[in-house]
């Protein structure tokens, strides 16, 4: 198949790149711009490992088209990975939290779930349990039951809370 020129624009960066049209998102994530964070977790859409940020959308990258990312006339949305959540060279709340909470047993579900709550924590602030549980309701872990991840979702929030209080 022939390849396309197209530009995205990825964590704050553009890239110019060669893909054919039916390339997927995640795999040319991970394997033109080596940002191999997202995951490829099913084959059904269904469990949200391959989750990245479309213009702040948490959308599955395994079931959309590097092409509809492309720059156009209006410009490229922003793609952001869960490489990209850093702010400001430090590591996001959710990120912290995880460590600190042991939200992460194998990992591989984790990059989806911090895209995934970076995008709740932008668009609400302090979200109640039922806000979170609707936000997280397209990711699945098989490994930690849940609860540490839950407990570090809220410490991320508790950070949140408090340093935008401070800065009041
Ligand atoms: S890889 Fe499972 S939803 Fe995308
Ligand atoms: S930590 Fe292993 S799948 Fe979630």
Known sequence: MTKELIELRVNGRKYELATEP???LLDVLRQDLQLTGSKRGCDDSSCGACT???DGVPTLSCTMLALSCASDERGAPEVTTVEGIAEHGALAAIQKAYG???GAQCGYCTPGF???VKALL???PEPTDEDIRGALSGNLCRCTGYTQMYQA???AIAAEVSSTSRTK
């Open 22 to 24: 039916n390339a997927l």
């Open 52 to 54: 990245v940020l479309v």
């Open 100 to 102: 600190d909470w042991g």
């Open 114 to 116: 911090m895209v995934t």
């Open 122 to 124: 932008d668009n609400n």
């Open 153 to 155: 979702i809220k410490a």
